[in-house]
């Protein structure tokens, strides 16, 4: 299978566009998990395993388990390891370099660890991005407009009349060759990510900032869906997996993941019926 | 001393602005060094050992490191400690991400490794590279313009009559307000590098390219330096590295690193007195 085909499969599996941000601190996790040996793998196992039937994929920013040191890399491994095969797994580095500087980054993330899908940076251009769009099974999630303050610094720069933004939405699409090329866009973007839908009708769109960020849940539906109400990934981190201090955390994580893919499914229905 | 202190002070003391490339692959070491606990470790200490005099930095472009897998990271902690204080360390990763992800980063490369500098991507705006600038004596350097063939892609898109890339350099200036900010340029866009230098007259400049991508050397030189003829840092890699399969590849590095920093104090001389 292609990576469309993998992600529209479990989306309608799972019947869900919700991905778990699994951007573990180990200092957050309840005080419970400090007696296992890796209580940030103890803690992501406990979201899986609760939340496994509720998702389509899960997201781990590289930069929380780089941050623990050599053991990050490990966790990462098994956290993997958890996560049921037909779940998209996303490694979020915003990675891109030149030549053989990519190609060890894409080495690490799509071959040694082996995620579905990765994030890159578009400034460096397409060889940058090459080497994680090697394989028809993965996906390489541009980040195309951000839901930070500084993305006002360059991607809403005027270029030949358009903001910067669609010009790399635009760009990416021609790349996106072998069907394997998706977009970030955040969640507190509504009026753009409907614009940038327009302009990519049939590709991937990963849309993080729902909960801490605040952004607006049931635009990123709309406006993120393809014409079949498939295809947006919604990401939601701290927003489920810190909803509890105490040993319930898991259960928490479900009921909350769960609300989520319900509310989102809810807007599918009124969107796309 | 602040970051730039630190490099007029090396550059002066080793009289040079050589950097050299830290990318070692493992298996392009000698196999003399397979005995060894660490070869990846083993070849950086001769190199550093055998080099130390001749260079104000070294840059580690940590894609080479992540992707051996968890001893890496203990290999770029190895590495550090054994270059000496006063050089200049620089992790290359082109990093920069929203909030709790950048500071994650940061506290790796800033904190963790303690790096004197970074290099950081600019397309997510300024609150993506601030955890990287919180401290005076470490440096981001902003990747401005790329050696790569995909710089095309985006770098040289027209920003209101000037290319992006200027507008990179122009706002990465204007952020500078703690000085310390630098910029990438590569090697191979001499008529560029002179271009942004004049548009940031005191901020240091790495410049790769040079060796294996055939950056032109006096460019770099003649238009990547300050008024005093300092503040370019020009790395080498491969070209120095790996100029011995043999067991003499670290004096063969020390002749190479020496004819690069003599050949370079040859164009300061032409261009600067």
Known sequence: MNFLQRLRHIQRKNNSLLCIGLDTVPTKVPESLYRWENPQYEFNRRIIDATKDLVCAYKLNIAFYESVGEHGWYTVHQTLARIPEEIITIGDGKRGDISSS??????????????????????????????????????????????????????????????????????????????????????????????????????????????????????????????????????????????????????????????YRDQINTYREKHYR
Chains 1, 2 share one sequence.
């Not at 995620?115 to 991005?129: C, E, L, R």
């Not at 769009?133 to 030949?160: E, H």
Request: net charge positive; hydrophobic share 40%.
């Open 102 to 259: 990519a190609e060890h980054q894409a080495h690490s993330l799509c071959y040694d660890w082996e995620f579905s899908a990765t994030t890159v940076s578009p400034y460096m251009g397409k060889d940058s991005i090459e080497p994680f769009i090697r394989r028809k099974d993965q996906c390489a999630f541009v980040v195309a407009l951000t839901s930070n303050p500084g993305a006002k610094d360059f991607q809403y720069l005027t270029v030949k009349g358009k903001p910067l933004y669609a010009r790399v939405v635009e760009t990416a699409r021609k790349w996106n060759t072998r069907g394997n090329i998706g977009l970030v866009v955040g969640a507190t973007r509504p009026k753009e990510l409907q614009h940038i839908r327009k302009l990519a009708p049939a590709m991937p769109i990963l849309i993080p900032g729902i909960g801490a960020q605040k952004g607006n849940l049931e635009a990123s539906v709309r406006y993120g869906c393809d014409a079949r109400g498939e295809l947006a990934i919604i990401n939601i981190g701290r927003g489920i997996i810190y909803s509890s201090t105490g040993d319930d955390f898991a259960e928490k994580a479900r009921v909350l993941a769960m609300n």
